[in-house]
């Protein structure tokens, strides 16, 4: 079996994050790590070079980080280096695939996709059957308590806290518009729909939009138009988090935001919210830590699951999260974690407000989410499956 793992850092913080806690716990289980800076290539694929032999190492990357725009890893015939020394590509990709339809044609051998919702391995199933594509993988949490000695929730700073950026749904009206009055309401249908509809994943609603009114379209014309229109995937993501968030504080409720432009969220009562800016995901998890409750409002992955859920409970904080299918077949509504419905935020308040009156029921299931995180859906956990699940496949 290769033992030399590669992995990219250098790129977009949370990502270079994910790389690192994965090198940690592959380094704890035995394999030779070497993360490869983006910031400085030229120095890291001459380390790289001396460090990967041929067909001994593997390469996991999110979001084909080192796969596409890395002119260090390309040798003067137009060939990538992991194509040069044998080795394997293992994509993580932590958005939606339709992100990336340009990337997913990329000429590389030996490479496997690796998707963290079960909507998003379905759909590249569809849209790209060539691509290797066996392997559904959620997401993990990090805790800065391994050892379980997390502070007690009566000794925490804040009552509600919220890690992740908003954008208010005027940012989205130059894309609305783009292409004239006639596109702009076709746009406006498929949101009217998924805001009514929350359960349904946009991809399948943009799908059946575009074939109605294309009906003759091929796949190849469905995945790139899908491709122009993934501002729907983020004007729907922070529509949702400003009514859960607003819910919240016109309620009375002190809710405190990391992250970039709650400073636009429109609310009766401001108040009851604060925020700062977002600097690292180390950040995040020690607010988290520092918390009660740990709000998660789930980006548009309806079979899957957000770091932000597991990093809560893996701080001892009580993750009140709205629903997915795979969140629903693995946690325990009130045991572990207590749902809310995005098609009811009128109830989200009374909810949260019960858990802050019943502080030694939120100390049991606060540890009840603890346990169960930190045994099954930390960064190692998910070394270990891609260890025992793709690896052996790797020759």
Known sequence: MRKKIIL???????????????????????????????????????????????????????????????????????????????????????????YYPELWNLPKEKFYAVSIDGGHRRYLDKYYPEINNSLFLPLAGTSLTPDGNYKPLTQRTYDVVFTGNFAPKETFLCHMNRLGKEYAAFYQEILTELIANPDLPDDIVMERHLLREFPDASSEELRQTMGNMIFIDAYIRFYFREKVVQTLVDSGIHVHCIGHGWDKLSCEHPEYLTHEKNTDSFHCLERMADARISLNVMPWFKEGAHDRVFNSMANGSVCVTDHSNYLDKILADGENAVFYDLKDLNALPPKIDALLKNPEGMEEMAANGYRFTIKEHIWYARAKTLQEELFSKLH
């Open 8 to 98: 990219m850092t250098g790129g977009t913080e949370t990502l270079d994050f994910f790389s690192r806690q994965l090198a940690s716990a592959f380094q704890n289980m035995g394999f030779q790590t070497f993360l490869f800076d983006q910031t400085c290539e030229e120095e890291s694929a001459e380390a790289l070079s001396h460090f990967a032999g041929f067909s001994d190492s593997i390469l996991i990357t999110f979001n084909f980080e080192g796969l596409n725009d890395a002119a260090a890893l390309y040798d003067g015939f137009g060939r990538l280096f992991w194509d040069v020394r044998d080795i394997p590509c293992i994509n993580i990709a932590v958005d939606h695939p339709f």
